[in-house]
């Protein structure tokens, strides 16, 4: 005959083994990927042999009740997609990795960003970047070992070191923003001499017509100058174009009135 204390320690044991989750030899992974919209079992088997994974995704064949496309292996998927009216369908191919795996992969861009981030931060205390006037280029000095060279580290890539301006890059740098400035505004001006802008009476738009000296350019065309960009030539004062801005006027002072009366 048991005790009472024996008789709560099997009882306490009891539920323990009850509440801990029973492991299966074969359990299939129960972790679920999201594909166009869908959500799926991880490794799940082709919709047609029913045998092989399914590495392919096709959101018009809807062969299956649930109508969320067709999830297909390689050979299933050549053999489906064979007749032309489905050639065209775009497939979605599903990712071949476990979850260990894609945890790992993230864990690794992590920590190469982070990397990344403390050789770059590194790089700029030991190195330096410098003006140099004569050959009007720019070259790195470590002053840690007194080095100099022409070539940035290579531990940089893509990213820069900010230079130390000195009173010849500020002058080189103005002197090119004011170049660039006077070169576009004598483009400009050259463009209004040499171009007008006419309207067509017969496609109701405007064209530009060229009257310059060269024979490179075309003499007439639709599109306006490339380098002017947000800009545009006056109209050539026509007939037409007259008549165009008295109906543009019209047009413009009805619809103020409309919008007047209204309110």
């Not at 005959?1 to 323990?16: D, E, G, L, V």
């Not at 590194?122 to 470590?142: V, W």
């Not at 004598?186 to 802008?197: F, P, V």
Request: contains cysteine.
């Amino acid at each position: 005959m048991f005790s009472k204390r024996a008789f709560n320690a099997r009882r306490r044991k009891t539920q323990a083994l009850a509440k801990k989750p029973v492991k299966v030899a074969n359990e299939k992974p129960t972790t679920e990927i999201f594909v166009n919209h869908t959500v799926i079992e991880y490794k799940k088997t082709c919709d047609f042999c029913e045998e092989k994974r399914a590495v392919f995704h096709c959101p018009k064949c809807t062969t299956t009740a649930t109508g969320t496309g067709d999830f297909l292996c390689d050979s299933c998927d050549v053999e489906v997609h064979r007749h032309i009216k489905r050639r065209t369908h775009i497939r979605t191919q599903i990712p071949d990795v476990t979850p260990r795996e894609a945890v790992h992969k993230i864990m690794g861009c992590f920590k190469y960003l982070l990397a990344r981030k403390v050789l770059v931060a590194r790089c700029r205390l030991e190195f330096q970047r410098f003006f140099d006037p004569p050959t009007k280029t720019y070259f790195y000095f470590r002053p840690s070992v007194q080095e100099t060279s022409w070539r940035k580290p290579l531990c940089l890539k893509e990213a820069e070191l900010c230079p130390y301006p000195s009173f010849d890059d500020y002058v080189f740098r103005i002197q090119g923003l004011a170049r660039h400035k006077a070169a576009r505004n004598y483009l400009i001006e050259l463009i209004r001499r040499t171009y007008d802008k006419i309207f067509s009476r017969e496609y109701t738009r405007f064209y530009y017509h060229f009257n310059g000296g060269s024979n490179l350019v075309p003499r007439v065309a639709w599109t306006k100058p490339r380098f002017l960009y947000w800009r545009d030539l006056k109209a050539f004062k026509s007939e037409d174009v007259a008549a165009l801005m008295i109906q543009n006027q019209w047009s413009a002072t009805r619809r103020m009135l409309k919008l007047l009366r209204l309110e």
